[in-house]
C-alpha cells in the first residue's frame, strides 16, 4: 500500500478485556516498529521486527503484551487482560531497511481506551 | 542510553515569522542519526528532516533546516515562513546506527501559529 495502515483506529475496551490491533506495513518494508503513545507525550518504543524476527521486545511493559509478525508483513499487538494504564494510542512504524538512516513511516494510530 | 530533551512545551510564533524549535541529545554512539518529525491533531507522525552525526552541512528541507551542533549536542529544527498548517507537536528523535534499531523521542513542543 502507499503508507502505513493501521486498525481499528478507535477501540473501547472494557478492564479485563484482550484487543488485537493491526498494522498492515508499506509493501517490501523490512523493518517494522511499534510504540505506545501516552497523552501529551513523546512514543515509546515496545518492540521492533526484522522480516518475521521479532528482534527487539525490550519496551513491552509487561507479559500481557505480545506482538507477531508471522509472514514478514501484516503485524498484530495484541494486549491481554487490559488495565486502564494501557489506554494510549498505539503506533506502527515500518522502513525499507535496517539501516540507522533509514526514515521510519508511520501510520495514523489506534487509540486504545480502557475503562 | 540515549536521551532526547525538548525543554520547550509551548511555542507561539506569528504567521510568516521563523521560529526555532530546540532539541538536545545524550548518547554514547559515535554514529547515529537525528530526525525531526510533525503530529498534527490527526495524529500521523510526518517525517521533516534527517541529519546524520558525520554531515558536515546543516540538513535542509525546503522550509525545514536542521541547525545541527555536534559538540553541544543539539539539533535544533528552524522553521522559515511559518504558515498556519505547521501547528502541530513536533518530536526530536535520534537512533544509532549499530546498536539498537528504534528511534528514541523526545517530549514534543506544541507549536501554535498565529495569524
Known amino acids: 500500500g502507499a503508507g502505513v495502515s493501521q486498525s481499528p483506529r478507535y477501540k473501547v475496551a472494557k478492564r479485563g478485556q484482550d484487543v488485537a490491533l493491526r498494522c498492515d506495513p508499506i509493501?517490501?518494508?523490512?523493518?517494522l516498529f511499534w510504540y505506545q503513545q501516552a497523552l501529551g507525550q513523546g512514543p515509546e518504543f515496545l518492540t521492533y521486527?526484522?522480516?518475521?524476527?521479532?528482534?527487539?521486545k525490550s519496551g513491552l511493559p509487561s507479559d500481557r503484551f505480545f506482538a507477531e509478525r508471522p509472514e514478514g508483513s501484516v503485524s498484530t499487538l495484541k494486549i491481554q487482560r487490559t488495565q486502564q494504564e494501557d489506554s494510549a494510542v498505539y503506533l506502527c512504524?515500518?522502513?525499507?531497511?535496517?539501516?540507522?538512516?533509514?526514515?521510519?513511516?508511520f501510520g495514523a494510530g489506534s487509540r486504545l481506551t480502557v475503562l | 542510553a540515549q536521551k532526547i530533551t525538548q525543554t520547550q512545551p509551548g511555542m507561539f510564533v506569528q504567521e510568516k515569522e521563523a521560529v526555532t524549535l530546540d532539541c538536545t541529545y545524550d548518547t554514547s554512539d559515535q554514529s547515529y542519526g537525528l530526525f525531526w518529525y510533525k503530529q498534527p491533531s490527526s495524529g500521523e507522525m510526518i517525517f521533516l528532516i534527517y541529519?546524520?552525526?558525520?554531515?558536515?552541512q546543516n540538513a535542509t528541507e525546503g522550509r525545514y533546516s536542521l541547525n545541527f551542533q555536534k559538540a553541544r549536542k543539539s539539533a535544533n529544527l528552524v522553521i522559515s515562513a511559518s504558515q498556519l498548517g505547521d501547528s502541530a507537536m513536533y518530536f526530536c528523535?535520534?537512533?544509532?546506527?549499530?546498536?539498537?534499531?528504534?528511534?528514541?523521542f523526545g517530549s514534543g513542543t506544541r507549536l501554535q501559529v498565529q495569524p
Open positions: 541529519q546524520g552525526s558525520y554531515d558536515e
Open positions: 528523535a535520534m537512533r544509532d546506527y549499530t546498536g539498537r534499531r528504534a528511534l528514541t
Open positions: 512504524a515500518s522502513a525499507f531497511t535496517d539501516s540507522g538512516a533509514n526514515v521510519l513511516t
Open positions: 509493501s517490501g518494508h523490512v523493518s
Open positions: 521486527f526484522q522480516n518475521e524476527a521479532q528482534l527487539d
